[in-house]
């Protein structure tokens, strides 16, 4: 990397991830799930970065791989610009300093029988060195700046809202000072009036502590609203990246098209209906040859049955597709 | 006539406290044809509002404490048991939100879907079997001879879903009730399932209840909507015109706080999302007066003794709210 390499957190090179499954007998041969297929991403300091994709297209295991909680089987993973691909024991907890997770389902995240600011406080005990007291003014003072109050931090998960407890969630997340957090659907298992004091406290955060986030959502609007850039994954592939403007204005992949065209709109004044995308995302042990998405697509010919698009920069964005006139 | 008419439903639960209201006085009504939407949080009442239709509540816990629900000529509360199961399934039918834990994993989708069949005492398997690929076909499943055959957890979350819609419309019922029947569905399978619904209600002219907390599916699928709130009604009146010009002080922050897809133009400043504050309340606290007032921007003293009455604003569009700003 030259030039820009000081402001570059985190590069994310041809990275792959394959599964095993397992046989229903010795005599078979191995198949494996190919979850994250050949990815690059490159993040900013300071910036947000969405992965928007449907269910078991690999969003989650590409983040997995990201914080290394997986290990990935190709590619590379460089946090500040040192490799953490393979790294372990000491400079993989260091690395683990400088990434966070915020978890989808706040009522499944946090031990039930830790107390809020014991849950804020258990990051600090596993990687810092810091006494026991001020660990715990940390936390709470942690917990005050995510909305909580000082007599709440006594409180266990269960005496908390959804909404409260994703912001234990999130001061969790915090306590070691991360440049990165990775937020798995952040809002998606909480209340839609509640959703907002979610997404702006997340937005607070990032201005005051110059965070960069990496939010994985289904939501489009959700993903518009909160990141600069927008990476599309369809089957373990990135097909389309780049500003979110840019993007959401004019996609130019047709599974980017399909996902816009699909999402209802919150204003009955514009009824459309979708044509619908025809079909189910494929089984991913045994994807389509070619463009994984041709049998779903409008515009496939043969080219896209044959032959899988190369990433290639169009109008301001990176997209993989053979036709994108 | 209406093909639904609930009026002043209170559905009580039992709960260590005593009992406690999780429908209260709620009234709404269902033309044939129609897609009415109740819209709500969890907690909101809106999934025990649906069992109370179908008569679903668990008598164990709770009961239908009062109200009425008219169903062609006949109020569901009174029905004997063995007279609302025949209706069950025949002329009321549900959808349920997780596909997955609603179809049993022991069975095939041929087999559940004809047990609709068996239920009603219709027993012939030659017909049976033709009914089930009929079904099939009017929900667009390709493969319907192969679907049959396997079992839930062989086929997509989509698949599912329209085999559960297949199920409910084994006889062609009047009244449909979907209960977030898109949620756990990806936005493009879910737009296949909304469009489906909406197609089968034109060409069977149902009358359905579509139960959801998105305010884009609200907005593009229902003719009607009606918002709850704590158990309660707030808001009702037809979508467009509560979309335009929303009068309940939750509605209105409850529009207010969806991101909207491609509002900002390139380069444009993003805003603030704006908040309700607060969060919604359990079934568990007993309040006086409206429940949202103390999550409310206009709130009165009057609001937290008194429980405001569901006043008509305008023709057909009507809200519970003591707040004069929502004439």
């Known amino acids: 990397m030259s030039g820009g390499k000081d402001s570059m957190l985190l590069e994310v090179d041809n990275l792959s991830m394959r599964f095993t499954l397992r046989r229903r007998s010795p005599f078979q041969p191995k198949r494996h799930v190919h979850a994250v297929n050949g990815i690059n991403i490159r993040l900013r300091q300071g910036e947000t970065l969405g992965i928007v994709g449907e269910s078991g297209c690999g969003k989650t295991t590409l983040a997995r791989c990201i914080l290394r909680l997986l290990e990935p089987t190709d590619g590379s993973i460089k946090l500040n610009g040192r490799d953490i691909t393979h790294a372990k024991g000491a400079t993989l907890r260091q690395a683990r300093r400088d990434m966070q997770f915020v978890f989808q389902d706040p009522y499944a995240s946090l031990d039930p029988r830790m107390r809020a600011y014991e849950l804020v406080r258990e990051p600090l005990d596993a990687l810092s060195d810091l006494p026991r007291a001020e660990a715990d003014e940390r936390a709470i003072a942690l917990l005050e700046k995510v909305g909580l109050t000082r007599a709440q931090a006594k409180q266990y998960p269960h005496q908390f809202s959804g909404g409260q407890r994703q912001r234990i969630g999130i001061a969790r997340a915090l306590a070691l000072n991360p440049k990165l957090v990775l937020a798995d659907e952040p809002v998606s298992a909480l209340d839609v009036s509640v959703r907002a004091q979610i997404l702006n406290l997340m937005a607070d955060l990032r201005a005051e502590f110059g965070l960069s986030y990496i939010v ?90 044959q032959q899988a698009p190369e990433p290639r920069q169009l109008d301001g964005r990176e997209v993989s597709c053979h036709h994108t006139d | 006539m209406a093909l639904l008419d609930v009026n002043n439903l209170v559905t009580e639960f039992t709960t260590p406290a005593g009992p406690r209201r999780a429908v209260n006085e709620v009234s709404f009504a269902v033309q044939r044809g129609e897609i009415l939407g109740l819209v709500g949080e969890s907690g909101s009442g809106k999934s025990v509002t649906a069992l109370s239709i179908m008569g679903l509540v ?270």
């Open chain 2, 58 to 327: 668990d008598n164990q816990v709770g009961r239908i404490a009062g109200g009425s629900i008219g169903f062609g000529g006949m109020d569901l509360t009174k029905l004997p048991a063995a007279e609302l199961r025949a209706l069950r399934g025949k002329r009321l039918s549900m959808i349920f939100q997780e596909p997955l834990s609603a179809l049993n994993p022991c069975y095939t989708i041929g087999d559940q879907i004809a047990e609709a069949f068996l239920a009603h005492g219709d027993t012939d398997k030659r017909k049976n079997h033709q009914r089930v690929l009929d079904l099939l076909r009017l929900v667009h499943i390709p493969d319907p001879e192969g679907v049959l055959r396997r079992y839930p957890h062989e086929i997509s979350g989509g698949m599912r879903q329209r085999a559960m819609i297949a199920m409910a419309l084994a006889y062609t019922p009047e009244l449909l009730i979907a209960d977030e029947p898109t949620t756990a569905l990806d936005v493009t399978i879910q737009a296949q399932v909304l469009n489906l619904i909406d197609r089968l209600r034109r060409e069977l002219s149902l009358g359905v209840v579509l139960i959801t907390h998105d305010i884009g599916i609200v907005a593009q699928y229902t003719d009607r909507v009606a918002v709850m709130y704590g158990g309660r009604i707030v808001e009702t009146g037809p979508t467009a015109e509560v979309f335009a010009a929303p009068k309940h002080p939750y509605t209105i922050g409850l529009l207010a706080s969806v991101p909207r897809l491609r509002h900002r133009k390139p380069g444009e400043k993003r805003t603030r999302l704006q908040e309700i504050p607060g969060s919604v309340p359990s079934i568990a606290e007993i309040t006086q007066g409206c429940r949202f007032a103390n999550r409310c921007a206009h709130s009165m003293p009057q609001c937290a003794q008194q429980v405001p009455p569901m006043r008509e604003r305008t023709a057909g569009h009507a809200t519970a709210c003591h707040w004069e700003g929502a004439a």
């Open chain 1, 216 to 305: 994985i959502s289904h939501d489009l609007a959700i993903i518009e609203h909160v990141c600069d850039r927008v990476a599309i994954i369809y089957l373990g592939r990135i097909v389309e990246q780049g500003e979110v403007e840019t993007i959401f204005n004019a996609p130019k992949h047709p599974y980017t098209q399909a996902l816009l065209a699909a999402i209802p709109d919150p204003d009955p004044t514009e009824r459309r209906r979708a044509a619908d995308i025809q079909g189910d995302l494929p089984n991913p042990s045994a994807p389509p040859p070619g463009c994984t998405f041709h049998p779903r697509c409008p515009k496939a010919t043969a080219l896209c049955r």
